[in-house]
């Protein structure tokens, strides 16, 4: 008997071994995606079907789920979604997508732009380089929000009411929950808005107010008794009963620069009236004022208050011939106006 017929054959069985562990990773994870999608695309319709109970109108032409293996994708096709209250949201296309082993962290895009409705202002579309909005912790109470939109362009429609903006470079808005001290969550939410070089519309109060040149501005803002916004989706809209159970702008901070002007402002508290026009006081320490007022004063339309716009511009022009750099100013918002002393500027902001 020679060496060679002695040896002993060793078994493949062993080669094959990582293949199969392949093939089964693989098939628990297409179950786990498939198990997903299905929990995904049950919640939205119970979602949809909740909200049209409680009176808003949700429609879309056509609805696909796919990203296998690694992602979800979900894609609706004219989506139109409107609150009791009028105002609306129209996409011919809405793409939301995030990773299979983290579903609670989505990413929303609106590759074709939106036209939003005012209620009884009319349509606007709105068209950028992008417009996407993140959703992370959707399993907690309150989810981080983040919306981003990039050079966006904003058009009235024929028989709308004039927007305020016509373009910007970006617009931002951040929404998280508050937390008190450190680790302890309330009913609060702390958001932040920033508009980075917006040009109002022709002859509006945004141009003249930034002088024909650029806004920009930075507000934060911790909103209290959030809560009650998830259920106020009303007529009145969503900050209606939210308005009425006593919510409130809390620790308002913010910056303004527009053209040569320039202010930070802050407020301890801010709330709406009965009609949603914003109450409170906001203090301001500006910079050059004048050339804003001066420019809300040269408005050919809109509700500017000219005389009053006149008058605090000459308040503002005697306060600078003093040779102070920083100028304390009190806007005040009551009885439905806005007011810079004793000088009546425009409508106070309405909420609702």
């Known amino acids: 008997m020679t060496e060679a017929s002695t040896t ?7 080669l094959y071994a990582p293949f199969i562990l392949v093939l089964i990773a693989l098939a628990a994870w297409t179950g786990w995606w498939i198990f997903l999608t299905r929990q995904i695309d049950t919640r939205l319709e119970a979602q949809v ?4 109970q409680d009176g808003w109108d949700i429609r879309f032409a056509d609805k696909s789920i796919n990203g296998w293996p690694f992602r979800t994708h979900v894609a609706l096709t004219n989506l139109v979604v409107q609150a009791p209250s009028g105002h609306a949201i129209k996409a011919t296309e ?7 082993y983290q579903p609670t962290k989505w990413v929303v895009v609106a590759p074709q732009g939106l036209m939003l409705t005012r209620a009884g202002k009319g349509e606007v579309a709105v068209k950028g380089d992008a417009i996407r909005m993140s959703a992370s912790g959707i399993d907690q109470r309150w989810p981080n929000l983040a919306l981003e939109m990039v050079n966006p362009v904003f058009t009235a429609q024929t028989g709308a009411e004039p927007f305020p903006i016509a373009r910007a470079a970006r617009i931002e808005f951040y929404a998280r929950p508050h937390l008190e001290g450190s680790t302890a969550p309330t009913d609060d939410v702390d958001v932040m808005f920033r508009l980075v070089d917006g040009q109002g519309r022709a002859d509006g109060p945004v141009e003249g107010f930034a002088q024909d040149g650029r806004l920009t501005t930075q507000l934060e803002a911790e909103i209290g008794q959030a809560s009650l916004l998830k259920t106020g989706g009303d007529a009145a ?12 702008f809390r620790n308002v901070r913010g910056d303004l620069q527009a053209g040569d002007s320039r202010a930070t402002l802050s407020s301890d508290v801010l709330r709406a009236d009965a009609n949603g026009r914003l109450t409170g006081q906001v203090q301001l320490q500006a910079q050059k004022p004048l050339p804003a007022l001066a420019g809300l004063m ?14 605090a511009a ?3 022009g005697a306060a600078e011939a003093t040779g102070k750099e920083q100028l304390p100013l009190t806007l005040v918002f009551r009885d ?8 009546p500027l425009a409508p106070a902001p309405k909420l609702f």
């Open 336 to 343: 439905g106006r806005t007011w810079l002393g004793p000088f």
């Open 314 to 316: 000459a308040a503002a």
């Open 298 to 311: 040269a408005t050919r339309q809109g509700p500017v208050n000219r005389i009053g716009a006149a008058g």
């Open 49 to 52: 079907q909740t909200l049209r």
């Open 237 to 248: 809209g969503v900050f209606s009963a939210w308005t009425k159970a006593g919510g409130t």
């Open 8 to 14: 002993k054959r060793h078994s493949r069985k062993g």
């Open 94 to 100: 809405l793409t939301a997508e995030a990773n299979a």
